[in-house]
């Protein structure tokens, strides 16, 4: 008997068209990083950096009293049995200790508080050009011999596939309640690369998001994209203190190795999008990922 299968073909109007054919493509970025030069919080050469870069950090966003207060709180919620329980939850594969907890600003005020707070949501807003929201937001642990790496990727690319975000119009904020060190799994990023965008080949598989938070597999660039990207950008190790923080557009290529030292690395991780921005039907996916990982309802923040 013949096996037929079908390929999805790109959505007409799409400037970004991934996991629709056959071989990678990479496509030069049509938007800027950063939509404004209002003044705030970020000065004009650290928004100069983030829209050559992709990135920006922040010394010490924390001071050394809150990081102690954050840490206890994520400690909070890794040990809650009801919390564990949740399908917020992510597991480590082999260890299964608690690897990522997701729309924890719902979960805890007091991260809510922080997701608000103008150190953080006025950055956002400033390097986006608008009101902004929360598309994502987590707790990541990677506890020290065992915590797993996540292989290059863009978020954008898969914030375009699976949910639906129309364009690069997002930045995260990982805020380091650990030292990152180069040696316990610190993000690495090409600086740049945010610049170009590198369709991925494969379709995505229906209910795969759980999996694909413990191990992307799915809208992994090829190896020789991903060489020619670093080639050109070159590769950062991001180190720094607890309280400080890295602000980095959703299209940056980015990726971590697994953490066989002592020390853990642990952070919380926020996504905002532009209110303009508003996730559409996914582009290349069967159906869209729960709410509390791509949050479909626009309540801007403040």
């Not at 990727?153 to 119009?169: I, L, N, Q, V």
């Not at 090829?222 to 602000?247: F, K, N, V, W, Y």
């Not at 905002?272 to 996916?285: C, I």
Request: hydrophobic letters at 35%; one cysteine or more; glycine letters at 8%.
């Amino acid at each position: 008997m013949a096996v037929t299968t079908r390929r999805r073909t790109a959505r007409i109007g799409d400037r970004y068209p991934t996991r629709v054919a056959d071989r990678p493509v990479i496509i030069d970025r049509a938007e800027p990083a950063v939509w404004s030069t209002d003044p705030g919080m970020l000065t004009p050469d650290e928004l100069a950096a983030h829209e050559r870069d992709g990135f920006v950090t922040v010394p010490q966003l924390l001071t050394p009293d809150e990081v102690g207060e954050y840490a206890a709180e994520l400690d909070r919620l890794a040990t809650d049995p009801a919390v564990r329980a949740d399908e917020r939850t992510i597991v480590e594969k082999t260890s299964q200790q608690v690897r990522s907890v997701f729309e924890v600003h719902v979960l805890s005020e007091r991260i809510a508080a922080l997701v608000a707070d103008e150190r953080v949501a006025g950055r956002a807003r400033q390097i986006l050009g608008s009101e902004v929201y929360v598309h994502q937001s987590r707790i990541n642990y990677k506890p020290g011999f065992g915590g797993a790496g996540f292989y290059w990727h863009s978020d954008f690319e898969t914030w375009h596939a699976e949910d639906g975000m129309p364009s690069p119009r997002a930045v995260s904020i990982s805020i380091a309640l650990t030292e990152n060190y180069p040696h316990n799994g610190c993000l690495m990023i090409m600086p740049g690369s945010h610049k170009e965008f590198v369709a991925c080949v494969g379709e995505t598989p229906a209910d795969h998001y759980k999996e694909s938070l413990r191990e992307q597999e799915i809208g992994t660039p090829d190896p020789e994209s991903l060489t020619a990207l670093a080639d050109r950008h070159g590769i950062a190790m991001l180190t720094g203190a607890a309280g400080s923080a890295m602000l980095f557009d959703s299209n940056c290529m980015h990726g971590s190795g697994s953490n066989i030292t002592p020390y853990p690395r642990s952070n919380i991780f926020v996504v905002f999008n532009s209110v303009e921005n508003g996730l559409e039907e996914p582009f290349s996916a069967p159906g869209p990922r729960p709410s509390h990982v791509a949050a479909r309802q626009i309540v801007p923040v403040g």
